[in-house]
């Protein structure tokens, strides 16, 4: 893009020569959760919070970042944190002055590129301005709909040429190819560009994976053992419920997303490798490392979520865990709810393809009548999370085990095709020596073998399976809901 907004206001930060910036920002522009994400992306660590988040911010900065710190009607900050930190007033305008603001500062990121690629010389009016937004949206419908292969790979290449990766926007784009490519000639093609971010990824995880497991939950969670952590520092006092839609990737959270009522931050956190249910839901539930002898079934995990909110200082009559189904009666005293739905997962495994799974996903949206769902839960005054415990890729068949290959496999009970767990190492190492082709393409870990692309234990030329390490395994929803 010749002419862009992000590109020229980051030009803007970047000329004050400061590593820490407090920016007041009356217009509320830069406080929205897309240009946010697109600052951080570009280098700046975006700061909102209170006192305590400043310091966070400020102590946690890493050199390469700009730390940014936004507020309304110029807010007091830490007197250390001022000292080092230019001042400056942002507008909006200052950017768009040929538009009237009001109007155009809610447009969709991408309409307000467009706005500002076309130079207007003279200022518009009011209903001028609402007449290029109409015409933008004129246009927008009459472009033909069909998926657009070369901006999509040259966005990814672009997203991943950065210094710091943003797995979020990645995320997002992989779910808009898969959804719109799924069942068409061009899915081969956008699923040689999803195993190039995979390839980038695993490079990534090798690097950071060991320290999520250790990060700090104050702000977001990272990884999903540190989801109720998040939750017990930022909302003690609200009633809240997690939901959570069992082997949910994000590109499935995608086709449904537009459609949920109340308002929504959508986020992602990164599920437990291998992800597997009976390790990554553990840990979600847990709120901690998970343990090996651990037996996954609805009893033992309403135990856990009950042991973490008691320790927590919870009733036991406070506490509540549903799985299966959403039952919405008589919540008047539950203060923190879990609701598990289990059945989508079933639909993975069902699936020969993404297409099978993309129909089954929105069949299930409508059988389950998650909206209304939502909508009461909202209703009765919850804070709404929405997670899963691990996505699902459209995996390749390796070969199944023969013979020999078997012995002492599946000690932990998981039925994933891209992961086995041995009872005794030498029969991992017996397996690897002897198919040397696969040293590439798996992880070993403790006793279990699990792949990092999109290869399987199986015969089956196509099928849906997780377990492994995958992107599309790995990186998975985090979504807040709330009362709009």
Known sequence: MGNSLVKEIVRNLKSYGSPILILENNDGFLFRDDVIDALESRGFKVSVGSNLFQRIDFETIENAQTLLFLNRNNRDYLEDIEQQAYRKEFF????????????????????????????????????ETKK????????????????????????LENALQNNKTDWKFIAELCAEAITGTTGTDDFDKVWKDISAVNTDFQTHLAKNYQQLKNSNA????????????????????????????????????????????????????????????????????????????????????????KAYWKDKGFEEYALKYQHGEAKLSNLSSIERLAIVYNDLDEYIHSSNDYHDLLKLTENWVKRVDLNKTVAKLLAEGFKIFMTTDHGNIQ????????????????????RSARHIEYAEPWLQEELI????ELVDSVVMEDNAIYFKNDLSFSSKPELVSHGGAHFLEVIIPFIEISNG
């Open 92 to 127: 909006l305008s200052h950017f768009m002055n040929a538009y009237h603001i009001p109007s155009i500062k809610e447009l969709d990121l991408n309409d307000l590129e467009k706005l500002y690629a076309k130079n207007q010389i003279h200022s518009l009016s009011k209903k």
């Open 132 to 155: 290029e937004i109409d015409m933008l949206k004129m246009h927008k419908t009459n472009v033909n709909s069909a998926f657009d292969y070369d901006t999509l790979k040259t966005s």
């Open 218 to 305: 104050v702000k977001k969670p990272k990884i999903v053992s540190k989801v109720l952590d998040y939750i017990h520092f930022n909302f003690k006092n609200d009633k809240v419920v997690l939901l959570v839609v069992d082997g949910l990737s994000y590109w499935q959270f995608s086709l449904f997303k537009d459609s949920l009522p109340g308002k929504l931050n959508n986020d992602i956190v990164y599920s437990w490798i291998p992800s597997i249910t009976q390790l990554s839901r553990q840990a979600l539930f847990r709120g901690d490392t998970p343990f090996d002898s651990y037996r996954q079934n609805p009893t033992n995990e309403a135990k856990l979520w």
């Open 395 to 414: 995996a390749r068949g390796w070969r199944t085990l023969r013979g020999r290959e078997k012995l002492g496999t599946n000690k932990s009970g998981s």
């Open 433 to 436: 020596n002897n198919n040397p």
